[in-house]
């Protein structure tokens, strides 16, 4: 993130001013986002004292670094419609392995928000078939039961029967390629991302597995479910996070919104 500063910065330190640090970092911002910014601005502190305490730039010049403002849950949802999910599950060519793989795993993404390293953990016995529940570990080791879908769970089935490699692994989802390992949380987010290119979705705002976390939750708000519903699904730890998904539900929204004040003056 330096070595990107730098054509601005200039490669003689002892020339570095507090006006050309700051300036460096307002063009900056003109083209990153606030959280690559804002890391961006913790590396320039740390080598800017560095260079200090070498003596080879002015001292304090680390304190002409902007702040960089950026709010708790201040941004929009990122997710796609219901219609989009249904086109990327659909995506899937299911006559081969990796096919009945990846929209096993894109319904578990899409129908229980689960997280990319929720489904690479997931192991074999933690499928109760008579129940029909799934057991989740979560952050903070936390475990929860949730229940699984009639279409996941089928999915599931076709993969352990049809697609999955004999291999002595406890996780459910393998590679499938040798050698046969456990996917990585990368792995299930380059499932998404490939999914979304087969749909012909080019616009969603992000490409990762957490897009259909965000989805499935708006999704469900959408359909008359409670926030604590979706907290519970979802496993947040706080309401305001789950809150984070009311900015998206317009018709909750109008019923509250107060009339814009027109030529009123200030």
């Known amino acids: 993130m ?3 500063l730098l054509p601005a910065l200039g490669r003689d330190p002892k020339l570095y001013d507090a006006g050309l640090i700051r300036q460096a970092i307002l063009d900056e911002a003109q083209r990153s986002s606030p959280a690559y910014l804002k890391t961006m601005t913790m590396a320039l502190r740390g080598y800017l004292r560095y260079l200090a305490a070498r003596g080879l730039c002015q001292p304090g010049l680390d304190q002409a670094i ?8 201040s941004a929009l949802p990122r997710y796609i419609s219901t ?3 249904d086109r990327v599950i659909a995506s899937c060519e299911v006559t081969t392995p990796r096919g009945i793989r990846d929209r096993a795993i894109l319904l578990l993404l899409a129908r ?18 008579r129940e029909g529940t799934l057991r989740v570990r979560g952050k ?3 475990e929860i039961r949730l229940p699984l879908p009639q279409a996941a769970g089928d999915a599931i089935i076709d993969y352990l029967r049809e697609a999955r490699p004999h291999a ?6 393998l590679r499938t390629v040798a050698p046969h390992q456990p996917l990585a949380s990368s792995s299930v987010s380059s499932i998404v991302r490939l999914a979304l290119e087969r749909a012909g979705i080019d616009d969603a705002p992000s490409r990762g597995a957490n897009l259909l976390r965000h989805s499935a939750a708006t999704g469900m708000l959408r359909a008359g479910a409670t926030l604590d519903t ?3 699904v979802l496993r947040h730890r706080s309401v305001d996070t789950t809150a984070h998904y009311a900015k998206v539900d317009v018709n909750m929204l109008l019923q509250i919104a107060q009339p ?4 009123a003056s200030c």
Do not use: K, Y
């Not at 229980?112 to 078939?129: E, K, Q």
């Not at 814009?260 to 030529?263: A, E, I, L, N, V």
């Open 140 to 142: 903070g080791r936390r």
């Open 260 to 263: 814009w004040p027109g030529s």
């Open 2 to 4: 330096v070595m990107r």
């Open 112 to 129: 229980l928000g689960l997280r990319a390293g929720d489904v690479r953990d997931m192991r074999l016995d933690d499928i109760n078939w």
């Open 83 to 85: 219609a989009e999910v």
């Open 66 to 73: 902007p702040a960089v403002p950026q709010w708790r849950l």
């Open 230 to 232: 979706i907290g519970t």
């Open 168 to 173: 002595a692994c406890e996780q459910i989802f």
